[in-house]
């Protein structure tokens, strides 16, 4: 379970200065002294984290700390330097603010020490990854190196900066680093050739002797001995705690991180070991003619080592050394130096070549961190600059590093009282002013471009004629002397010509954090920064590939002779960019404290920190603080923020946002004497209640993940619900149609069998039925009994048909020879005549009977047999037409197989037999008459009429057709045929008649040729 904390929590003392009651310097003093002794070494005053040196390592930087304060709260935990870089940084990251953080403080009160745990706090939280750890990992290994070639031991630090610094670190959209900016401020390069007692030159000349291999040492022709190097003070050559060899590799190490190439080192290190030979270089008077003297190089080995390091041409140095070379306009004089002039001289070459080549350094360095890309940038800038001095002897850096500090408080000043009060009287909240004091008019005393101190120095180093640094004072004394915070002896106020602390040489200044005197002496020299045109000259032509960049006003192509801007005027200029840069970020305040001057841990001096507390305003800072209000926010980002916590103002409020707020307050019973509405702003007094605020959001954002967390897995599981549903549609459909099928299958079958077990039922009852109904056997019975069941339709047909074709093979069956023949007749018959003659169908119903007059029985006919040797086929009286009245006479008509014979009735004599091969054939009328003509070219023709006509010509055509020599008679049914009687050929034309002819058949001789047979009407 998380543990809820609280800056109020365990709290020693009070952890910020805006809860402290009651409020004066004493119990200020005394709450830092309390925490202090707690090893508690932040305070708050609201957002300003002051910070006291403990000046031994504690364990609060430890990961599990930055883990702690990570994302948290500013007022949720202890105040911690990572309180105020988690702030600072996620209001980069989450609100896109630039940022800075201003470290201030004197010497040696931990400025370095804090911009390094900023640095090392935001990147152990900023993002991950191979490229981002590699800028990370640049950007903080670039401070061991600067801080190699930048810090020195001094009395008030161990670890000194002794330039300004100020770092933009440069983010992404997303809070990862891309990189960073560095800008360094005015070194102090007098240090290279001098320093203070107890104090010593920069580490990077005692780490190389230390810790360079000694075949490193041989090649920059060095000796370990730093007793040998007229640069180096013996005076604490060694400190403590320091491990200057470690610190060696440490910093080679960090240079190749950092992405030095090898032979750039190589490059620097000659550098470094090219100033310590300066150093050795000595000259000697020697006596010209014209009386004066002039310099010599004593021994030349130094001078010579360092010419072989750098590639220079020993002579060039040497003559420049001795001789300066002055530049007016076409004309160029040679004047000799002397030898104060040529120490001169190589302390100014000296002093340059490092301070150059400590500014490549850092824009080589910036070359390595600097962002690759062009995208937009979020920057958090950490300012950690050279901390106010006071010294025994101040000098023209002490003023120029105490002018720095003076801007700083400016800003501090500008950002956080003037602008607390001023915002109060915007919003139009009820304010008491307080009082503070505002440093600018000291500012103005420094910059002032008419008559600030910087201004007279610059006119003085200006001006023809002779200039020395006691001009310069007097120019001061004469211009400030009425400025409040300047003293002078000499100056027009004659308030301080009694005042013995003031030599004369000197002046004061009363800064914001004390009085300090600086000795005019070396001011006009330092701000001039001279470095005569032959030694840069000597140095460009050096083959060495660091100098040709570090001197390029010595390319003789590019001869200026306008003077270099004065080192002051450059001061003042980066300073003011600085503090313009400045303006434009968010500012994030520590404020470094150092509890004691002996560098010893756990040693509280009241009065140094009394007097730190005065002049950082810390209570009037305090006062601020508390007579307004704690937290102050507009009012759309409020509501934004804490909307949740009410139901009319979540999840929209449409009214105007300060109505939003104050809806916000009422509701959640937030007493009104701990906030104050402002134009634009709401103003909540108490820490306190913002926790309460803050409390309740995490409480609801709590409550909200749990609401999002609920309709998201609602609808996750709905749609997949869904989708179970539409497959399961669709399963359950294929398994119906399935199943459908199946039953459907089965039903089908089992109707199937019951159809066919029905249809057998049926099919029985049918045959059953059917027995009983049969129609009779005559194959011309066309009945046949009616069909029960429409299935039974091409069964009944069949059936039918197979009855039929049965019954008529059962009806064939039954016929002998004789009936068959008889039938074959009837047959012959039909096809002979049915539908051509009327007569036929009268025909049908009789029997061919052959023999109608029993022939052989009758003895009348007797005489006949003779003729019927054959067999006899036909037998009847027929009439024989007379072709002279058209009346018949009866005959008997025989036919055997071979001819057929016409004898008398009463006697029964032969009239004539015609062999039927001679007959060629026979004509017929189609009317229901019996008259028929034979016709026979050899026996001649014969009109016949006889009731039998069908049986008679059927057998005729029978027998003809029976024998296979003769052609089958020819039966002519035409109602109008020739008859050739002897000679006469007649006409029988056969007419319908009237009637009253009645039913009979009567013949007529028309004429010689017709006769007419009058048929009766059908
Ligand atoms: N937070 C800290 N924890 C432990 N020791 C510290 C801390 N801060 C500072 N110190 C100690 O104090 C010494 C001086 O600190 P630092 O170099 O940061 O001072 P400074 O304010 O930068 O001074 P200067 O203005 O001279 O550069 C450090 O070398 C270190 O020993
Ligand atoms: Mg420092």
């Known amino acids: 379970m998380e543990v809820k904390t609280s800056l109020l929590d365990n709290m020693i003392g009070v952890g910020d200065m805006v809860l402290l009651e009651p409020l004066s310097e004493e119990t200020f003093i005394d709450n830092l002294q309390k925490r202090f002794s707690h090893n508690e070494i932040y305070t708050y005053i609201g957002s300003v984290v002051i910070s006291m040196n403990p000046y031994r390592s504690l364990p609060i930087y430890t990961a599990d700390k930055v883990e702690e304060y990570r994302n948290r709260n500013f007022y949720e935990l202890s105040p911690h330097i990572y309180a105020l870089s988690d702030e600072a940084y996620r209001s980069l990251r989450d609100q896109d603010k630039d940022q800075c953080i201003l470290i201030t403080g004197e010497s040696g009160a931990g400025k370095t020490e804090a911009s390094k745990l900023v640095m090392s706090y935001v990147a152990a939280v900023c993002g991950k990854g191979h490229e ?62 001098k320093q203070p007692r107890g104090e010593r030159n ?64 190589q490059s620097v290190l000659e550098l470094v070991a090219a100033v310590l030979k300066l150093g050795n270089i000595e000259f000697k008077p020697e006596s010209r003619a014209n009386g004066f003297d002039e310099s010599r190089v004593k021994d030349k080995n130094d001078l010579k080592e360092m010419c072989e390091l750098l590639g220079i041409e020993q002579l060039v140095l040497e003559r420049a050394f001795s001789f300066r070379t002055v530049e007016a306009k076409m004309e160029k004089v040679s004047t000799t130096l002397n030898v104060a002039q040529a120490y001169y001289a190589r302390d100014a070459l000296a002093k340059n070549l490092y301070s150059r080549m400590f500014s490549w350094l850092v824009n080589r360095i910036n070359e390595s961190i600097k962002a690759k890309t062009k995208a937009r940038k979020k920057v958090m800038g950490v300012l950690d600059i050279y901390g106010f001095e006071i010294f025994e002897d101040n000098s023209f850096e002490q003023f120029i590093i105490n002018y720095c500090n003076e801007k700083l408080q400016q800003i501090f000043i500008e950002l956080t009282l003037r602008e607390e009060q001023e915002e109060y009287v915007r919003e139009g909240i009820e304010w008491t002013n307080i009082e503070y004091f505002n440093n600018a008019i000291i500012c103005e005393l420094i910059e002032n471009n008419q008559n600030g101190i910087l201004a007279m120095l610059d006119e003085e180093c200006l001006r023809p004629g002779t200039v020395t640094d006691e001009t310069f ?58 470095l005569y045109r032959d030694l840069s000259q000597a140095m460009y032509k050096a083959n060495h590939s660091l100098m040709k960049l570090l001197f390029p006003e010595g390319n003789p192509a590019k001869v200026n002779l306008k003077r270099p801007p004065t080192a002051g005027f450059q001061f003042k200029a980066s300073v003011g960019t600085l503090m313009r840069n400045l303006q434009t970020k968010n500012p994030n305040y520590i404020r470094c404290i150092k509890p004691n001057d002996k560098k010893a841990a756990q040693v509280f001096s009241e009065s140094l920190v009394s007097h730190q507390v005065r002049y950082l305003g810390l209570m009037e800072n305090v006062r601020v603080r508390r007579a307004g209000y704690a937290f102050r926010q507009a009012y759309e980002p409020c509501l934004e923020r804490y909307k949740m916590l009410c139901k009319q103002t979540w999840p929209h409020w449409k009214d105007l946002a300060r109505k939003g707020v104050e809806v916000l307050l009422k509701d959640l019973k937030v007493p009104e004497e701990e906030f104050s509405y402002g134009r634009s702003k709401i103003f909540i007094r108490n820490p306190r209640t913002l926790f309460f605020l803050e409390e309740r959001r995490r409480q609801c954002l709590e409550d909200l993940a749990t609401l999002i967390q609920k309709i998201y897995r609602g609808w996750k599981r709905r749609t997949h619900f869904l989708l179970l549903k539409k497959s399961q549609v669709v399963v359950a459909a294929w398994y119906r149609r399935y199943a459908q099928q199946q039953k459907y299958q089965k039903i089908k079958s089992s109707t199937i069998v019951v159809q066919s077990f029905i249809r057998g039922w049926k099919m029985q009852k049918y045959f059953f039925d059917l027995k009983n109904t049969m129609p009779s056997m005559s194959p011309i019975d066309k009945s046949w009994p009616a069909r029960p069941f ?21 009806y064939r069956d039954q016929f002998t020879e004789e009936k068959k023949a008889i ?44 003729v019927m040797d054959e067999k006899l086929l036909l037998a009847d009286v027929i009439n024989k037409v007379n072709r002279a009245n058209g009346k018949g006479a009866s005959r008997i008509f025989l036919l055997t197989k071979k001819n057929f014979v016409l004898a008398d009735q009463k006697t029964g004599q032969v009239k004539a037999s015609i062999p039927l091969p001679d007959l060629s054939s026979v004509s017929v009328s189609s009317h229901n008459d019996g008259f028929f003509g034979t016709a026979s070219a050899a ?6 009429s006889s009731d039998r006509l069908i049986e008679i010509i059927t057998k005729l055509h029978r027998t003809g057709a029976a024998s296979s020599d003769r052609e089958p008679l020819s039966v002519d049914i035409s109602d109008e045929f020739l008859v050739q009687f002897k000679q006469d050929k007649v006409c029988v034309k056969f007419v319908q008649g009237g009637p009253k002819n009645g039913n009979s058949v009567t013949c007529k001789r028309k004429n010689n040729r017709l006769l007419e047979v009058s048929v009766p009407p059908p």
């Open 939 to 944: 026996k001649g023709d014969f009109l016949l």
């Open 132 to 193: 981002v750890n590699k800028v990370k990992e640049q950007l903080l290994q670039s401070n061991p190196v600067l801080e190699a070639f930048g810090n020195a031991k001094t009395v008030r630090n161990d670890n000194s900066s002794r330039f300004g610094k100020y770092m933009d670190i440069e983010f992404d959209f997303k809070g990862d680093p891309l990189g960073g900016v560095i800008s360094n401020y005015l070194l102090e390069k007098s240090r290279v050739v």
């Open 473 to 530: 004072l007097d120019k001061l004394n004469t211009v400030c002397a009425e400025h409040q915070h300047f003293e002078s002896r000499l100056s027009k106020n004659s308030k301080f010509l009694t005042d013995h602390s003031l030599p004369h040489n000197c002046f004061r200044i009363q800064h914001y954090a004390g009085k300090v005197l600086y000795q005019v002496e070396g001011f006009v020299d330092k701000n001039n920064d001279l």
């Open 202 to 265: 920069f580490h990077i000349f005692y780490q190389l002797l230390s810790g360079a291999s000694e075949d490193m040492l041989k090649k920059l022709k060095l000796g370990r001995d730093f007793s040998k190097y007229n640069y180096l003070s013996l005076d604490s050559a060694t400190v403590n705690g320091l491990d200057d060899a470690a610190n060696f590799r440490t910093v080679r190490n960090a240079m190749q991180i950092v992405g030095f190439l090898e032979d750039e080192v």
């Open 823 to 866: 039938y074959e007749e009837k047959l012959e018959a039909s096809k002979l005549f049915k539908d051509k003659k009327a007569l036929y169908p009268s025909s049908v119903g009789q029997p061919f009977k052959g023999d109608y007059l029993d022939i052989n029985k009758n003895p009348k006919y007797q005489k006949l047999n003779i």
């Open 790 to 810: 429409l299935f039974l339709e091409g069964t009944h047909q069949q059936l039918r048909s197979i009855f039929h074709l049965w019954r008529c093979k059962q």
